[in-house]
Every structure is written in structure tokens, then in C-alpha cells.
């Protein structure tokens, strides 16, 4: 069932033209911003550290080139491990701005009638974003604690339950709903289980995650719809 939705976001958004115009704007600022914090960290930790071992060692010793190239290679190895979170922790603060039109679309499908719009002011969705991306910092934190006792378990089970509330977060804030208000019910969407397992692992590999976002967005959405858990209407409006 979980797979069954993110595959059925999968067809939506990649096999149906219909979807690309409400992906590609979306799609390029979340890699742009991954981005941009990949590059942004490398020159502002990369060179200083290497500069500190350069002036210990001297520009002389061979031991400095290879330090240098040491601490190069180390960031990459360090953001191999924490790329995933902190693609969760970019997505946990503008999934509720970039990602709105696509959910309402698939909500539409899914309905055959017009998805509803957040009355919410700015101010209540900014800190409702602001508020998932301190909860994304935490469970990011606590995965490097909790990878250490289970390994690749807790930090998939952890960042799957950010992907549970995250990936469905633009259809829950629809209906104005904030994650206050999001979390006593995650767990009683149909599926919710397997789609946290599933999308945890897919956010954790590098550049599957990126290439996989707006598929997990359609999934989460058509996954909290058809679970009839959105209120407000939303279950009059769920297909049998």
C-alpha cells in the first residue's frame, strides 16, 4: 500500500504532462537550495580548516597537501551521511510553500472536484514551517545518537517519520491544519508505515531524494486523501 502510493505519485508527476508545470519551479529551487548549502559549507568550513593545518604544519611539508586533501575528502564523506537530513530539514520548511499547487492538483484528480485552498494567514504558515524545520533539526540530531545504537535503522525510521508529516504537509495546511494539528492523526492514515519506511530510505540516498520529491509530495497527498483524515470535507470527498 505505501509503495502503492508513492508509485501512484511516481505515474502522476513524471508520466503525466499534466503535472510537469506544477514540479519543475518547485523542483529547481528545492536542488537549488540543497545545493547552494552543499557549495556554501564547503567554502566556509573546507578552506578555513585547511588554512589551521597549513599554518601548523607549513607550506613546505608534504604532510599539509595531503591534509588538505584529507579534509576535502572528509566533507564529502560527512555530507554523504548527513545530505539526507538536511535535504528532510530544507524540504520540513518549504514543502508548505513550493509544493501547494501540485498537492491541490492531486488532490483534484483523486476527488474529481476542486482542491480546497488554506485560509491561514502567512504569518501562522511561516511558523508552522519555521516549527517543522526546529523538529527536523532534532530528529536529526537524535538520528546521529540513535545510528550509532541501530544503524541505518533508527536514521531511516526517524527520517520517515519527518517524510510522513513533510510529504504530506502541503495537503494537510490545505485544509488548515498545521503540524500541531497533523500529528495526532499521521498515524491513521492508511499505509502510513510502510510509506514512513519507504520514504525514509528514499530521502536518505543523495540525489534519489532530490529526483524523488515531488513524487513523495503526490504520494503523501494521495496517501492522506484517500485516507479520509483531512477533515473539513475531506472524507465526503474520498474515492471508495
Do not use: H
Not at 578555513?48 to 607549513?58: D, F, K, S
Not at 576535502?72 to 508548505?96: C, E, K, N
Not at 511561516?126 to 538520528?143: E, K, P, W, Y
Not at 517524510?163 to 495546511?173: I, M, N, Q, R
Amino acid at each position: 500500500m505505501a509503495m502503492g502510493f508513492i508509485a501512484e505519485g511516481f505515474r502522476m508527476v513524471f508520466m503525466d504532462r499534466r503535472y510537469w508545470r506544477y514540479i519543475l519551479v518547485p523542483w529547481m529551487w528545492s536542488t537549488l537550495i540543497f545545493l547552494a548549502v552543499v557549495v556554501i559549507g564547503y567554502f566556509a568550513l573546507v578552506p578555513w580548516i585547511q588554512g589551521a593545518l597549513e599554518a601548523r604544519l607549513g607550506t613546505e611539508s608534504g604532510l599539509s597537501g595531503i591534509a588538505k586533501t584529507l579534509v576535502s575528502l572528509t566533507y564529502v564523506v560527512v555530507w554523504f551521511f548527513l545530505a539526507g537530513f538536511v535535504f528532510l530539514l530544507i524540504t520540513s520548511i518549504t514543502s508548505s510553500f513550493l509544493w501547494d499547487e501540485l498537492s491541490q492538483r492531486v488532490e483534484e484528480q483523486i476527488t474529481g472536484q476542486p482542491g480546497r485552498k488554506s485560509t491561514l494567514p502567512t504569518g501562522r504558515i511561516v511558523s508552522d514551517s519555521v516549527s517543522r524545520g526546529l523538529f527536523a533539526i532534532f530528529i536529526a540530531i537524535l538520528s546521529l545518537f540513535c545510528g550509532w545504537v541501530i544503524p541505518f535503522i533508527a536514521p531511516v525510521i526517524l527520517a520517515g517519520w519527518l517524510g510522513v508529516l513533510d510529504y504530506t504537509s502541503p495537503a494537510f495546511l490545505r485544509y488548515d491544519r498545521t503540524v500541531g494539528q497533523q500529528w495526532p492523526v499521521a498515524t491513521k492514515m492508511k499505509g502510513w508505515f510502510g510509506f514512513q519506511v519507504a520514504s525514509g530510505l528514499l530521502s536518505l540516498l543523495p540525489f534519489v531524494n532530490v529526483f524523488m520529491l515531488p513524487a513523495l509530495v503526490a504520494g503523501g497527498t494521495s496517501m492522506a486523501v484517500r485516507s479520509g483524515v483531512l477533515g473539513s470535507g475531506g472524507e465526503s470527498r474520498v474515492e471508495s
